[in-house]
């Protein structure tokens, strides 16, 4: 459970994900990983925040069409939208609040 003023902006009140910040995937958190680069990319316009993820479920190993982005183990490194991430830290205090509210 993560409830929708997270969804909707998770961001706004720490900025955009950093280099080294662990977070999770919002629609499946079992999806997570460490950021390890934020920015433009040669292979689509926009902001990209590039993952390596805790287990073997992402798509390469930083490097992109022939350019390397970041450096982790093959099918660990993914490319997301900041939107559809939330800092780890908020997805757990989310889920501790939700318990509470559960019992």
Known sequence: F???QALASPWLDAGAPQVGQRVV???DP???GIVKFVGATDFSEGEWVGLALDKPRGKHD???K???YFDCPQEHGLFMR???LLPEN???ISEESAEQTAS
Request: glycine content about 10%.
């Open 25 to 27: 995937y919002c629609s």
């Open 66 to 68: 022939g350019r390397q």
């Open 62 to 64: 930083g490097t992109v």
């Open 90 to 92: 908020v997805f757990k």
């Open 2 to 4: 993560v409830p929708q």
């Open 82 to 84: 900041a939107k559809v």
């Open 30 to 32: 079992t999806l997570a």
